[in-house]
Each structure stands twice: as structure tokens, then as C-alpha cells.
């Protein structure tokens, strides 16, 4: 009977662990006079979620499916909604530099590396 609870008890934890990602990693969008209005949280089970926050338009999420390959970091399947409408999928992919405490977002143009000056984000500590 004790090994049976036992081994309930371990299940249970486990569930609510896959249930319950933890944010390993939380970046906040830094541009020059202007406001911190974006989040990109990264979890320990290789999603991440944004959330970038507007005036009457309210907040734009996005969720998919985060790797790292060097010093670029990934964001696949990416699933979009505004407020709290259902998720749409999208047929894009995001890529950001990784480099010290940074992500940059770029794209390849003319196979050269352009940088996005928008799109700078800085990790901040997590809770």
C-alpha cells in the first residue's frame, strides 16, 4: 500500500511539472526611449511565450517551440493571438542572436546577417 501511494505521489509531482513549465529564462525588449513593452519567456520544456503589450490594442502573444545552435537561438511552430482570442498557427520562423545577456533579432538578406534594432531584448533575472 505505502509503495503504491508512493509511486502515486511521484506520478502526480511528474504531471504537474509537464503541466507546469519553469521559465528557465525571461528577456525584456530594450529600445532607447521607449518603453519596455516585451517579454520573451523561455521554458524548461522547450517552449517559450511572448508578450508584447500596446495601447488600445491590448496585449499580442506568441508560443511555439524554442533550440540553440551556437549562438543563435530558434523559435519554431509559432502559434499567434491577440488578447484572448484562439492561437493561429504561422508558417514563420524568428531567429536572435545570443550574445552575453542579449538577443538580437536578424535576417539573412543577400546571404548577409542584418541585425534588428527593434527587436533587442536583455535577460533579466528571474523570481
Known amino acids: 500500500m505505502k509503495k ?6 511521484i506520478l502526480l509531482l511528474l504531471s504537474f511539472s509537464i503541466q507546469n513549465p519553469k521559465t528557465i529564462a525571461t528577456y525584456k525588449r530594450s529600445i532607447k526611449n521607449a518603453p ?3 517579454i520573451i519567456y523561455l521554458r524548461n520544456n522547450g517552449t517559450f511565450l ?6 488600445c490594442d491590448g496585449t499580442l502573444e506568441t508560443q511555439g517551440k524554442w533550440k540553440i545552435n551556437k549562438d543563435t537561438i530558434t523559435f519554431t511552430e509559432i ?14 520562423d524568428c531567429k536572435y542572436l545570443m550574445k552575453k545577456q542579449t538577443l538580437t533579432a536578424f535576417s539573412i538578406v543577400d546571404n548577409k546577417v ?7 531584448y536583455k535577460k533579466v533575472k528571474n523570481k
Open 4 to 9: 503504491t501511494l508512493h509511486i502515486f505521489f
Open 36 to 38: 519596455e513593452n516585451g
Open 50 to 55: 511572448t508578450q508584447f503589450f500596446g495601447g
Open 79 to 92: 502559434e499567434t493571438r491577440m488578447m484572448n482570442d484562439p492561437w493561429k498557427k504561422t508558417n514563420r
Open 114 to 120: 542584418v541585425l534588428d534594432s527593434n527587436e533587442i
